[in-house]
Every structure is written in structure tokens, then in C-alpha cells.
């Protein structure tokens, strides 16, 4: 899928389980929690959701150094890490043709 030798490769990655994690929390660990009294999903999900949306900031920022991106690019990055969808769009519009300078 992506090549975990570049920087960019890393960031994709990191960026797709990212988004699939807050795509699960919000769908169906927040149902699971407020309709069918399971916390427990929340928790969990919660929990890698967590961990990946960091592994994806320290990613994002490293390839922002390794790829002299500018301010502005970087910011959108990082924000489509706390929209529904974004690490998607990021990918989609943003990193997919990029070349990697790694």
C-alpha cells in the first residue's frame, strides 16, 4: 500500500489508520457507548485512536521538515487530522503525487 522507506510512505500510513480510527470511534464505538450502554468500546477505540492521531502529528511535522513544506501546507495537514474524513482528503489532494526527498 504505502512504502514505509520514505517519510511521505510513513506519514500515508499512519494518516490511513488514523482516519479509519476516528472513523470507527465516532460511528461505532460513540453508538455502541450511547445507544447500547458499552463503554468499553469508546475505551478501547479511544484509546489506538489516541495513539495513531500522535504517530500521525510527529509524522506529519517530520515530513514537513524532510519535505520543506510551508507553513501553510503543513497546517492543512494537521487538520484534516481532526476532521471526519480528512486524513483521506489529505491524501487524496495533498500528498498522493507528491515526491518523497527521502
Keep these: 500500500m504505502h512504502s514505509l522507506k520514505t517519510t511521505l510512505g510513513r506519514l500515508r500510513l499512519v494518516g490511513w489508520w488514523e482516519g479509519l ?3 470507527l470511534l465516532l460511528f ?8 447500547a450502554d458499552q463503554p468499553l468500546a469508546v475505551r478501547v477505540v ?3 485512536h489516541g495513539v495513531l492521531f500522535v504517530l500521525f502529528v510527529l509524522a506529519a ?4 521538515v ?8 503543513t497546517a492543512l ?3 484534516g487530522s481532526v476532521l471526519p474524513f480528512g486524513p483521506f ?14
Excluded: C, N
Design 21 to 23: 480510527s476516528f472513523l
Design 66 to 73: 524532510v519535505q520543506g513544506w510551508a507553513m501553510k501546507r
Design 89 to 102: 482528503v489529505i491524501d487524496a489532494k495533498l500528498l498522493r503525487g507528491e515526491t518523497p526527498r527521502d
Design 46 to 48: 479511544g484509546m489506538a
Design 77 to 79: 495537514v494537521l487538520l
Design 28 to 35: 461505532v464505538a460513540m453508538p455502541l457507548k450511547y445507544f
Design 61 to 64: 511535522v517530520h515530513a514537513a
